[in-house]
């Protein structure tokens, strides 16, 4: 008898993604925790710089994507290594938009909204489904992984543009999100298209994971618990790999080949979902920089001295307000490269990020194109004091032009 070998890439494999259970979550929020706080690891405590991280987790991601179409199963380690390295990556790409390119917020989450709902639609008109439970052939593995990478870059892009254009801070973002995931959810248990509830609350742990990633990492003073970005990866780094080295123990995720997601039904609820999401977005959005807009419009009122009467607020010397603070941390990182203290002064410009991006909710409103020029000039310093090679007299132009900006 002979038999015949059909290649693998022309014949339906085993479904390659895990079964939804609670540790598929867990790990998904997990590795995008490691996402935010690697990739800040990478570009600042190693000093390879935006660029130079995006070179090297786009090849680790190519490598990765390679083994993982060669693979004919689901193997949870070569499946969730592959979903961190999405995560690093995604987030570097709107990072690379926002910070390199000088591309706004609004717009990145427009654009990777659009590519994602794209992929969506090429996705359905080819496969007829976008069921995770369908994935067993090449095409549609194809389509699972761009549209994996699209919701890491989206969830990015409005994470931190929740963050910190519209000043709400990463913690109640978290809270907004964790919130709009239990909605979902309840409406999943009434009647909800169980696929789209799935990729809705995927694209939502994104903003999540940071969240809680930025939370950890930050310094006690800005409201975090002060953990960093290696000690914080770190620790994810650790759970991840305990709960993968689990559920490759237990096989508990590796699914039955069985699903009872209904075939239709999902069209119109995409339609009025999406509808009613954008809806409340816009309008959240607009309510936000109204109000941010009016605060920024506002008089200062004058200090009260104690014993006397009101005086006068001193006056600005930026179209921005007050910029004490960072004129502070400015001088302080110039008088440390000054005396000879790279690593004091690369250390304390991680302050001037932290303090100018907290504020940007705030001072970008009063003026836009003032803000862009210093953001630049911030920017500058950031890749300077934090190149491979510093160069020395780099530095002090790039701090002392800085200087001359905020007045």
């Not at 995008?32 to 190693?46: K, P, R, S």
């Not at 409201?223 to 759970?239: C, D, P």
């Not at 302080?332 to 991006?357: F, H, M, P, Y």
């Not at 009063?366 to 004091?385: H, P």
Request: aromatic share 8%; proline share 4%.
């Amino acid at each position: 008898m002979t038999s015949v070998r059909v290649p693998v890439s022309s014949r339906a494999l085993v479904n390659k993604v895990p079964e939804v259970t609670l540790y598929f979550w867990l790990i998904k929020v997990l590795c995008t925790t490691v996402g935010e706080t690697a990739a800040d690891f990478l570009n600042v405590d190693l000093g390879l710089g935006l660029t130079g991280v995006s070179a090297v987790t786009g090849l680790l991601l190519i490598v990765a994507l390679v083994f993982q179409f060669r693979a004919t199963r689901y193997v949870a380690g070569l499946y969730w290594l592959t979903v961190a390295i999405v995560s690093v990556f995604g987030t570097l790409v709107t990072d690379n938009l926002t910070d390199n390119a000088g591309l706004p917020l609004e717009v990145s989450t427009i654009l990777f909204g659009a590519l994602l709902a794209a992929t969506f639609a090429v996705w359905y008109a080819s496969e007829k489904t976008l069921s995770i439970h369908s994935i067993v052939t090449r095409r549609r593995e194809t389509f699972y992984w761009l549209a994996i990478l699209f919701t890491f870059a989206l969830g990015t892009a409005t994470g931190d543009l929740m963050a910190e254009v519209l000043g709400l801070g990463y913690l109640v973002t978290g809270a907004i999100v964790v919130a709009l995931v239990a909605v979902t959810a309840l409406g999943r248990r009434f009647g909800l298209h169980p696929v789209l509830a799935f990729w809705f609350i995927y694209v939502l742990t994104r903003p999540l994971g940071a969240s809680l990633g930025d939370y950890l990492s930050q310094p006690t003073d800005q409201g975090g618990l002060g953990l960093g970005a290696t000690v914080t990866s770190l620790i994810f780094v650790v759970a991840i790999i305990v709960t993968v080295v689990y559920l490759s123990v237990t096989k508990s995720d590796v699914t039955t080949g069985k699903t009872d997601e209904p075939v239709r039904g999902g069209g119109w609820q995409t339609l009025v979902f999406l509808a009613v999401v954008l809806t409340a977005g816009v309008v959240g959005y607009g309510l936000r920089t109204s109000a941010l807009q009016a605060d920024a419009s506002a008089p200062v009122a004058p200090q009260p001295v104690p014993g006397g009467p009101a005086q006068p607020a001193p006056a600005r010397t930026s179209p921005l307000g007050d910029l004490s603070t960072f004129r502070d941390i400015t001088q302080d990182t110039l008088n440390l490269l000054e005396s000879g203290n790279q690593a004091g002064a690369t250390s304390r410009v991680d302050d001037l990020e932290i303090q100018w991006d907290n504020a940007e909710a705030r001072l970008k409103p009063k003026d836009k194109a003032e803000w862009t020029r210093v953001d630049g000039k911030i920017d500058k310093v950031l890749r300077e004091l934090r190149a491979t090679s510093p160069d020395r007299a780099a530095e002090k132009a790039a701090l002392d032009a800085l200087l001359a900006a905020i007045g």
